[in-house]
């Protein structure tokens, strides 16, 4: 089974590159939209505050081209922000404050909107274009409603809306031109023929030329201005002019110096000298007249937006669409990777219930290379392990139920044939029951041991341990049963290694590895022990001469209840369970087991146990003095007894 799975087949980079792709699809369509159906409502708030900030300006404009001063703006400034939703200020050019619509909202902006000054009318904002340059002198930037000393008194005006009215009838009468009266900002009527051109036309020139004649008002106001542009022409030594009301003017004949330079060029200077002094003048002419220039400040009141606009409803039909079909593409795209995805997993998951239910044949496809094909590999992997563990299960079983029938059925019987007096309770037969419940007390002892090691519960009573002492008391405990079928054992350490280790359960599974190995070790044959040592480990083995193990059972003989020997006799076999306690309790000291072996040679099984975690202790000094007669063997009967009641807490004697 394969541990990694490519990067280009990876589940979640699949499942990235769907995400991405949804996602990109998404906001394409989304910003498409957004552009399409807001640009023309962006245009059309964007023309809107353009207007409304030509419309502040204009208002502001016609108050200081009719007023000499600022006092009274605020009547016309705070309806008007009211409007348009905005906060418009005024201040001088030092910044002091001259009108302001929302006086407690906070700071002006940093950046003026505009200079109020109706001598230099700022057609950028007027017109959303850039002001020309001009050659008058700025002229034509006048505002044209600053009227100054040229507005016509009552009386005046009456005069000349009576000439209009009579040019009117005449026009009417003898062209049949329908013509009105218009007035001007300094209250001159003047006859507007829409769809007729009547410049160079002869009709009604009388009438016309009266409308046409000065009042005493504006001939003084251009005297005073005639006054100060020859003055103004004097200083550069050209010739006087006459300005008339439209303010156009005309040379008046005067000698002049000789000019070296050609005419034309001459008099394209001298016109734009003449324009300069007319836009000057005429500006020192209306200055009394009008309030002096302000900074405009117009912002958004309260920091919020000025103003907010809808869509259309073919906008929002437009959006409803587009977002339909952008969540319909996206799930489908959903649906299909959601099926490729849940397929698999719904098989896994009818497995699994076909296994819960009893089926340990239940296995699933394996298709491609991603994480839900190593998720099959896995669960085909763990059913198989399963129907395997469970098969050693019921052999589990099997076995004990006949390990402890066998001499359940021998106590049974005997213990009636007494009872029925058949047989006479005397000292063997007492003694064959005592041989029984000890073979039975060991099943049982086994099974709890590994019952304890299964569960977490096996308890390690741990110190330091001389292996050299303790493999010599291990060889002196099988030693009468070696010599009974013709074994040797012997003993090879290196430098008495040291363990950390409880040494009851350390000598009970070198004692079972020793045990299983006299039994398998024909006569003549030779047990091994030894013990060795390196900084990494600590390596005990048990290796024999016996009739060894095939290589298709060497990865079973530490299964429970397993035998070389199909027999089931404990006599010929055991009971299946010494191999699997010494894998227990080697697991439970932090190390591991392993068994290599050759048919009819022999096997060897070596523990790997880790080293001491303190310094070695030098061997313990040899006792002076007379030796101790040594004790006599003890019979296997005592030995078992004796690790039994090690195992239980009880002394022995």
Request: aromatic fraction near 4%.
């Amino acid at each position: 089974m394969s541990s990694e799975v490519p990067l280009r087949r990876s589940l979640l980079l699949r499942l990235l590159a769907l995400a991405v792709l949804i996602a990109i699809g998404s906001i394409a369509a989304t910003a498409w939209l957004a552009v399409r159906t807001t640009t023309g409502a962006i245009r059309q708030e964007q023309g809107q505050a353009l207007a409304d900030d030509a419309r502040i300006y204009d208002t502001l404009l016609a108050y200081a081209a009719t007023h000499p001063n600022w006092d009274g703006v605020d009547e016309a400034l705070r309806p008007l922000a009211r409007d348009v939703d905005r906060r418009i200020a005024l201040t001088t050019d030092t910044g002091a404050p001259i009108a302001d619509s929302a006086p407690g909202a906070g700071p002006l902006p940093t950046t003026s909107s505009a200079t109020v000054d109706a001598l230099a009318v700022n057609t950028a904002v007027m017109a959303g274009t850039a002001p020309p340059s001009s050659s008058d002198g700025g002229a034509s930037r006048i505002d044209p409603r600053t009227t100054g000393p040229y507005l016509l008194p009552p009386e005046e005006r009456a005069a000349l809306h009576g000439r209009a009215a009579e040019a009117v009838q005449c026009l009417h009468r003898q062209a049949q031109i329908d013509a009105t009266v218009v007035d001007g900002p300094t209250g001159r009527p003047r006859i507007d023929t829409p769809g007729t051109d009547l410049t160079d036309s002869a009709i009604c020139a009388q009438s016309r030329a009266a409308l046409a004649a000065r009042t005493a008002t504006e001939g003084k106001a251009l005297a005073q201005l005639n006054a100060l542009v020859n003055t103004c022409l004097a200083r550069r030594r050209l010739p006087a002019v006459q300005v008339d009301l439209n303010w156009t003017w005309t040379r008046q004949p005067a000698a002049s110096a000789p000019d070296s330079r050609p005419a034309a060029g001459v008099d394209q200077e001298h016109n734009r000298a003449i324009n300069a002094c007319l836009g000057t003048s005429r500006r020192e002419q209306l200055l009394p007249y009008v309030a002096p220039a302000a900074t405009l400040f117009v912002s958004d009141p309260g920091g919020r937006p000025s103003r907010t606009f809808d869509l259309s409803p073919a906008n929002q039909t437009r959006i409803v669409a587009v977002a339909g079909l952008v969540l319909l593409v996206t799930i489908g795209f959903t649906v299909l990777a959601g099926i490729r995805l849940t397929r698999p997993l719904h098989a896994l998951t009818g497995a699994a219930q076909r296994m819960r239910d009893g089926d340990g044949s239940a296995r699933v496809r394996v298709t491609g290379r991603d994480e839900i094909a190593r998720l099959a590999e896995v669960f085909n992997d763990m059913a198989e392990r399963r129907e395997r563990l469970e098969q050693l299960r019921r052999a589990m079983v099997s076995d004990i139920a006949h390990e402890m029938r066998t001499p359940v059925s021998n106590i049974r019987g005997w213990l009636e044939a007494v009872e029925d007096g058949v047989a006479d309770p005397d000292r063997r037969l007492l003694s064959s029951l005592l041989e029984e419940a000890t073979l039975l007390q060991h099943v049982i002892a086994d099974l709890q041991d590994l019952a304890e090691a299964d569960a977490g519960a096996l308890r390690l009573h741990r110190e330091q341990v001389y292996l050299t002492d303790l493999l010599a008391q291990v060889a002196e405990a099988h030693r009468a049963q070696a010599d009974r079928v013709g074994v040797t054992v012997t003993v090879r350490t290196e430098a008495d290694p040291q363990v950390d280790a409880d040494p009851v359960r350390l000598r009970q599974a070198i004692g079972n590895l020793v045990a299983n190995a006299v039994r398998h070790t024909p006569s003549g044959g030779r047990v091994t022990i030894s013990a060795s040592a390196t900084d990494a480990e600590v390596i005990v083995s048990v290796s024999d001469t016996g009739s060894g193990i095939s290589a298709e059972d060497l990865p079973r003989v530490f299964d429970r209840f397993w035998r070389a020997e199909k027999s089931r006799s404990r006599q010929t076999g055991g009971s299946g369970l010494g191999l699997a306690i010494v894998r227990k309790l080697t697991e439970a000291h932090g190390g591991t087991v392993t068994a290599t072996s050759t048919p009819t040679q022999g096997s060897t099984f070596t523990l790997h146990l880790p080293p001491a975690p303190y310094p070695r202790l030098p061997p313990p000094l040899p006792q002076h003095g007379p030796s101790p007669s040594p004790s006599p063997s003890p019979s296997p009967s005592t030995v078992d007894h004796e690790v039994i009641a090690t195992r239980r807490g009880v002394s022995w004697q």
